[in-house]
């Protein structure tokens, strides 16, 4: 099990009462409490507790730091930097994070690649460059050359919460008003949100974008997220292998659990679904297995690799209540081939309705499985409780 710290004006505490329970309290001081216990017996709870706002809570809210006004990485501040830019007519180059071999990272490429690399703008690129079309959605984006599928996993967790991809994504910019080649995304690091300002030189070879990249040739929104993400790490290649866990709580500032599906208890299924409920996001990972990272297995599950968790549903199939898991890849293809999935004759057992519902046959990565295959077939879970920030 993994906590996560929070805010400086959060506490968290660990509690082992008689009988061997273990409780786990995420307390706002601010405005509301958020509680999660899990007994050793195997029963898991998740409980979400609403306390009446105080009187300071406006003053707090602004704290440097806050949601509302995150502190400036490395200095940085967007509006000013964009001003100078457009007084001067000039596009944003970031000299914080140089577009060269030193945002890469050191043995992410191949040699023979690095010295081919091209930094390009989106407008260099496309004649229409958008940061987003038609809204953010997890079908947006497909993983590049960068082992980075535990961080995408994470932004597909999000966009289920519009507050949450405003909050990560500001809405004050954009290709057209005022564009001068600058961009900003926030992340809660360290215990406060942070303001990441960059340039929009993404690096290309032969004029394709190396890592994460839209089916929607124009839309940037996920490359430029990468490269602000990159920034905070150091490189791209320090965002080669990571947790699930971290990516959820950088974009939520909320607190999670790992669960070990090897031990998942029986009314885990009933956990998940009221995380659902309450707004939490989940993901989860394979066990890396004795073949190399990232080999596809026959059953079309990818060993070591994260998935995100979109969904979960109950339907009725030969007169049984048949708990479903529903997962996207975010390589955005390659799915589950087993029972329930898209091609599955199962799906023709149950009603017309559910169907229709739940069923949606293309490959774009998402895949519905039995909760009894998906805790064979994974190892860990997380749920992030969504931060107390977006809770006022």
Not at 21 to 49: C, M, N, P, Y
Not at 216 to 233: D, H, I, S
Not at 298 to 327: D, E, F
Request: charged share 25%.
């Amino acid at each position: 099990m993994i906590i996560k710290a929070v805010k400086a004006h959060e506490s968290t505490e660990w509690k082992e009462n008689e009988g061997n329970k273990v409780t786990w309290e995420l307390r706002a001081a601010s405005h509301g409490e958020l509680r999660d216990e899990r007994q050793h017996s195997g029963i898991h709870t998740l409980r979400f507790l609403h306390m009446a706002p105080q009187k300071n809570k406006r003053r707090r809210l602004n704290v440097a730091g806050s949601r509302q006004n995150p502190q400036s990485f490395q200095a940085q501040d967007f509006l000013k930097l964009r001003q100078k830019c457009l007084s001067s007519n000039a596009k944003f180059v970031d000299d914080k994070f140089p577009a060269d071999r030193r945002a890469i990272g050191s043995g992410l490429l191949p040699l023979t690649k690095v010295g081919k690399v091209v930094w390009k703008r989106p407008s260099e690129l496309v004649d229409d460059p958008c940061l987003i079309v038609d809204g953010e959605s997890r079908f947006d984006f497909s993983q590049g050359d960068l082992g980075n599928c535990w961080f995408l996993a994470a932004i597909g967790a999000i966009t289920f919460q519009k507050d949450v991809m405003d909050q990560v994504i500001p809405d004050d910019q954009s290709f057209d008003k005022d564009y001068a080649g600058i961009f900003h995304f926030r992340f809660y690091r360290n215990g406060e949100w942070v303001d990441v300002v960059i340039d929009d030189q993404l690096p290309t070879l032969s004029g394709q974008l190396i890592f994460v990249h839209c089916k929607t040739r124009n839309e940037f929104w996920p490359a430029l997220l990468e490269k602000a993400y990159a920034k905070v790490c150091g490189s791209y290649a320090a965002m080669n292998g990571g947790f699930i866990s971290d990516g959820l709580h950088d974009f939520t500032g909320g607190a999670y659990k790992t669960f070990n599906l090897t031990k998942a208890s029986e009314n885990l299924w009933d956990l998940m679904d009221q995380a659902v409920k309450r707004r939490a996001v989940m993901g989860c990972g394979t066990p890396p297995g004795p073949t190399p990272a990232n080999t596809v297995l026959p059953n079309g599950i990818v060993q070591g690799h994260a998935y995100t968790i979109t969904g979960v549903t109950k339907v009725k199939s030969q007169g049984k209540m048949v708990r479903l898991v529903r997962l996207l890849n975010p390589w955005g293809k390659g799915e589950w081939k087993g029972d329930w999935s898209d091609k599955s004759p199962l799906w023709k057992e149950v009603s017309s309705q559910d169907r229709e519902t739940w069923l949606e046959d293309k490959n774009n990565g998402e895949f519905w499985m039995s909760m009894e295959d998906f805790c064979r077939s994974y190892d860990e879970l997380d749920i992030c409780c969504i931060g107390v920030d977006f809770l006022i």
